[in-house]
């Protein structure tokens, strides 16, 4: 069994099964020809079920051979163009490369004495990201496994620095259109169940900062304490940006804590085209970044920033065994000082490996370029009498539904946009995603990959209209 750990005993072992495993997966991307098989749970479960763990397969091509039956065959492909569902982006190269790489070596990135040179990397990475942003030259923050837990910690500063021990009265400002993790944190954070005040969004869908004037100014009157105001820089449904500059002065003018959550926008960083549409992220407390969404980096990589390493403070608790104080006075630096988790990813690794290979430029001309098919597609969806298109793209996503000639009644609308959406997913031909608008069902491109074409959009198009179609046809027989 020693065999199978890693160590200098094994270095060729440790070859030779990564790169059979690269091989298949080499072998797979070159022959995948559709996003998805659309394979069933019902199919799919009793091939993972009847699988005895505690019988092994005992060398690494039977496994393998098993796991093209349980999983690569079936996967779900981001790298495919006709992939346009989530906010999923195909990987590049290098990062790839970085994940091999810290995955062997293996740090973890709490403290000094289990990364070394990680610890410096990842911190020089965040230095990085906070110089884009322009946060100053107080900033900070750490790596996180997402947007989830980035944007949990920045409202954990946030409820710490408001200074208010009674937690029922803390408010928290966000839009309508807001990550569902706000309300999330709200809830783990122990603020009340009225807590987060949803603030509407225009027809842009960016938050409409008179409302977010009038709803602050009514808090300061109920006696109620502002905790935080959650700006995000490019809602995931539409990639829409609230007007950070105005956020950013109300925040000044009501003393509040101000976080960006830019887990999708933060693509705009590197950009070398639209980076004015996220100007005045540089006024924020702390910002959510995920590179994991916008940057072509494999799940996970994050990272929360902050204005003002100080705040970082009330993250930190120090342990004899693992960070004690008197390691700070040493100067020795512990990330776990500022990170919700303990053990941890030396994520950055990737990151790293994509800046010093391809630039920031070439992850920004990457952004780009998926920001300026999703305008094509925009155009395309506007100028197409079957689709009803909600809002011009800030990033990359297009929300839209399908508007069958001759049928009036809205929830049997719904139904075909929904079916559609089914009917495309079991086809495997391309995956979309759906959701809600004004209580109505509409269908969602996320456009994250720079393959994708104008006429990968049309096609998908014309296969959602037919799967739609299809529908109405059997419910007006079935009607008749
Ligand atoms: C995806 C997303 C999040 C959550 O990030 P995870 O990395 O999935 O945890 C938060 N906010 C926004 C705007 C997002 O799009």
Not at 140 to 163: M, P, W
Not at 167 to 180: G, I, K, M
Not at 439 to 465: C, M, S, W
């Amino acid at each position: 069994m020693r065999s199978h750990l890693l160590n200098g005993l094994t270095a060729e072992h440790y070859r030779r099964s990564v790169t059979e495993g690269v091989e298949r997966v080499a072998a797979k991307l070159a022959t995948t020809d559709r996003p998805f098989t659309g394979v069933t749970v019902d199919a799919l479960s009793p091939r993972i079920g009847d699988i005895d763990l505690d019988r092994p397969l005992g060398d690494t091509t039977a496994a393998l051979d098993e796991l093209e039956d349980v999983y690569l065959r079936d996967a779900i492909y981001f790298h495919h163009p006709r992939y346009l569902a989530h906010l999923n982006c195909p990987v590049v190269i290098p990062a790839v490369l970085g994940e091999a790489v810290l995955s062997a070596v293996n740090s973890s990135l709490d403290t000094w004495d289990q990364s070394a040179g990680g610890t410096l990397i990842e911190r020089k990475l965040i230095d990085w990201t906070a110089a884009r942003i322009g946060l100053g030259p107080a900033a900070d923050g750490v790596f996180t496994s997402g947007g989830t837990q980035s944007n949990l910690q920045a409202l954990l500063l946030a409820r710490e620095e408001a200074k208010c021990d009674d937690l029922a009265r803390l408010r928290v400002f966000t839009s309508e259109v807001s990550h569902f993790s706000v309300q999330k944190s709200a809830k783990l954070l122990g603020l009340g169940p009225d807590a987060v005040v949803a603030i509407p969004v225009g027809h842009d869908k960016r938050m409409q900062t008179l409302a977010l004037a009038h709803e602050l100014e009514r808090c300061a009157k109920d006696g109620l304490v502002p905790m935080a105001v959650v700006a995000t820089a490019g809602s995931t449904d539409f990639g829409s940006i609230d007007p950070l500059p105005e956020i950013a002065g109300l925040c000044a003018r009501y003393d509040v804590w101000m976080h960006v959550d830019a887990a999708y926008g933060c693509g705009l960083l590197a950009s070398l085209k639209y980076r004015d549409r996220i100007d005045g992220i540089e006024r924020a407390d702390s910002v959510t970044v995920d590179y994991h969404k916008s940057f072509f980096q494999p799940v996970s990589s994050s990272a929360v920033l902050v204005r003002d390493a100080a705040t970082l403070r009330h993250a930190t608790y120090h342990a004899e065994y693992l960070n004690p104080r008197r390691m700070v006075e040493e100067r020795i630096p512990n990330q776990v000082d500022k990170s919700l988790q303990t053990t941890r990813r030396f994520d950055a690794l990737k990151l790293w490996l994509t800046l010093r290979t391809m630039g920031a430029d070439g992850i920004g001309q990457l952004f780009d370029e998926v920001c300026d098919l999703a305008q094509e597609g925009w155009k395309q969806l506007a100028a197409d009498p079957r689709y009803h298109v909600v809002v011009e793209p800030a990033l990359s996503t297009l929300v839209f539904r399908y508007i069958p000639s001759g049928v009036t009644d809205p929830a049997e609308i719904d139904r075909a946009n929904l079916y559609a959406r089914k009917a495309l997913f079991a086809s495997g031909d391309a995956v979309v995603a759906g959701t809600k608008v004004a209580g109505r069902q509409y269908l969602k491109f996320t456009l994250l990959n720079p393959e994708t074409t104008t006429g990968d959009i049309a096609a998908v198009l014309d296969l959602i209209a037919g799967h739609a179609e299809q529908y109405l046809g059997v419910s007006l027989d079935r009607a008749s």
